[in-house]
C-alpha cells in the first residue's frame, strides 16, 4: 500500500469527503448562517485582542504588579490573545472554506487552538503552583524570582506548542482515514481520547488545589481576624486574589468542560451522539470564555480596573490632542478673519502655560504620565 503523500490534492480531496461520509450537506454552514457567526464571532475577537493587550499593558506599566502572579496573569490574558487568532482563523475557514483547506492547514487550524488551549491550562495549573508557595508562606506574593518566573513562562509555551504540534509529527489519520475523526478532521480518533481525558484529569487536579488553598486561607484568615483589631483588609488580600484565580478556573472549566465531553464522544466513535450538531455552540462557548476573562480580571481587581481606566483615558487625550495639534498647525488663508487686533510687537516675552495632567491620570499612583498644553 503507497501511503498518499502529505501535500496531494487528491488525497486532500478524498479525505475531506470521507471523513463525514455523506453528511456534508447537513452540516454545512450556509451563507445565511455562517455570516452572523462569522460577524458575531469577529466582534468578540476583536474585544478579546483589545482587552487582553490592556491586561497586558496594565501589568508591565503599574509597579504594583510587577509581582510573579501578575506576571504569570498576564502570559494567561497572552493564551487569550492567541486563542483569538485561532477563532479568527477557524471562523474564515470552516463550511465550505475547508474544503479548500489542505492536510497542513487543518493542522494549522486545530493546532492554533490545542495551543491556546494547553497555554491557559499549563497557566492556571502554574498560577495554582504560585498561590499555594506564597499562601504556604502566609504571604500575598511568592518569593518567586524574575528568573524562575520567566523560565515557568517558557516552560507553559513550549509545552503548550508542542501538544500543538503533537498531531502534525505523526499522531493523525493521515495513512487510515477509517481512524479519523468528525469534529478534529486529520486527528485520529486515539489522539482525541487522549486530549480530552488528559485536560479533563487536570481540570479535576486544579479544582482540588484551589478548593484546598482556598480553604485554608479562609481558616488561617478567621485566625487572624480573632486575634487582629486593626487592618483586616490587609490580611484579606490572598483570599481576593485567589478568588479572582477561582473564577477564571470556574469560567474556563464551565465553558471548555462541554468541549472535551463531546470530542471524547467523538474519539470513541459514538455514532447515536450526534456531535456534529454541537460543534457551532461548542466553539461560541470558548469564544465567550476568553471574552469572559479580562472582564473578571477588571471586576475583581480594584487596582487593575483603575490601571486599565487610566490607559484608555490617557489614549483618548492623546488622540484628541493630536487632532486639535494638527488643527492649530493649519495656516490662515489670506481673507480669513481671525477676530483679533493687531497690535504693534512689543518686547514683552510670550508666558509658557504650565504643563497640567490630565483629570483621569493619577501619576503617583498608577506612574502613568499622560500631559497636554
Known amino acids: 500500500m503507497v501511503r498518499p503523500p502529505l501535500h496531494n490534492a487528491n488525497f486532500r480531496l478524498l479525505s475531506v469527503n470521507s471523513l463525514d461520509n455523506g453528511n456534508q450537506t447537513k452540516e454545512d454552514w450556509v451563507n445565511t448562517q455562517l455570516i452572523p457567526v462569522q460577524a458575531v464571532g469577529s466582534l468578540f475577537c476583536i474585544f478579546i485582542l483589545l482587552s487582553n493587550l490592556l491586561v497586558i499593558t496594565a501589568v508591565i506599566t503599574n509597579r504594583r504588579f510587577h509581582y510573579p502572579f501578575y506576571y504569570l496573569?498576564?502570559?494567561?490574558?497572552?493564551?487569550?490573545?492567541l486563542a483569538a487568532i485561532a477563532y479568527v482563523y477557524l471562523m474564515f475557514h470552516t463550511g465550505q472554506a475547508s474544503r479548500k483547506l489542505t492536510v497542513n492547514g487543518y493542522f494549522l487550524?486545530?493546532?492554533?487552538?490545542d495551543t491556546s488551549l494547553s497555554a491557559s491550562l499549563a497557566n492556571l495549573l502554574v498560577i495554582a503552583l504560585e498561590r499555594y508557595i506564597s499562601v504556604m508562606n502566609c504571604?500575598?506574593?511568592?518569593?518567586?524570582?524574575?528568573?524562575?518566573?520567566?523560565l515557568l513562562i517558557v516552560l507553559v509555551w513550549a509545552v503548550s506548542i508542542s501538544?500543538?504540534?503533537?498531531p502534525s509529527l505523526g499522531w493523525n489519520?493521515?495513512?487510515?482515514?477509517?481512524?479519523?475523526?468528525?469534529?478534529?478532521?486529520?486527528?485520529?480518533?486515539?489522539?482525541?481520547i487522549f486530549w480530552?481525558?488528559?485536560?479533563?484529569?487536570?481540570f479535576l487536579v486544579m479544582v482540588s488545589v484551589y478548593v484546598r488553598i482556598y480553604v485554608y486561607v479562609k481558616r488561617k484568615t478567621a485566625v487572624l481576624k480573632v486575634h487582629t483589631s486593626g487592618s483586616i483588609n490587609r490580611k484579606r488580600t490572598p483570599i481576593k486574589l485567589i478568588k479572582t484565580v477561582m473564577t477564571v478556573l470556574g469560567a474556563f472549566v464551565i465553558c471548555w468542560t462541554p468541549g472535551l465531553v463531546v470530542l471524547l464522544l467523538d474519539g470513541l466513535n459514538c455514532e447515536q451522539?450526534?456531535?456534529m450538531k454541537f460543534k457551532r455552540w461548542l466553539l461560541l462557548l470558548a469564544v465567550l470564555n476568553s471574552v469572559m476573562n479580562p472582564c473578571i480580571y477588571s471586576?475583581?481587581?480594584?487596582?487593575?480596573?483603575?490601571?486599565?481606566?487610566?490607559?484608555l483615558h490617557c489614549v483618548g487625550n492623546g488622540t484628541r490632542r493630536q487632532r486639535s495639534s494638527k488643527a492649530n498647525s493649519r495656516p490662515l488663508s489670506s481673507g480669513q478673519d481671525t477676530g483679533i487686533k493687531h497690535k504693534h510687537p512689543t518686547s514683552q516675552k510670550p508666558v509658557k502655560q504650565p504643563m497640567k495632567t490630565c483629570s483621569g491620570c493619577d501619576t503617583t499612583r498608577e506612574k502613568i504620565c499622560c500631559y497636554h498644553q
Open 273 to 275: 451522539c450526534q456531535v
Open 299 to 311: 471586576y475583581k481587581d480594584e487596582e487593575m480596573w483603575a490601571t486599565i481606566k487610566n490607559l
Open 109 to 113: 487550524r486545530q493546532g492554533l487552538l
Open 73 to 81: 496573569l498576564a502570559n494567561l490574558a497572552a493564551s487569550d490573545f
Open 196 to 202: 480530552s481525558v488528559s485536560n479533563l484529569v487536570a
Open 173 to 192: 489519520c493521515v495513512c487510515n482515514l477509517e481512524s479519523c475523526s468528525q469534529l478534529a478532521p486529520v486527528f485520529s480518533r486515539s489522539y482525541l
Open 139 to 150: 504571604k500575598v506574593h511568592s518569593n518567586l524570582t524574575k528568573r524562575r518566573v520567566t
Open 163 to 166: 501538544m500543538g504540534a503533537v
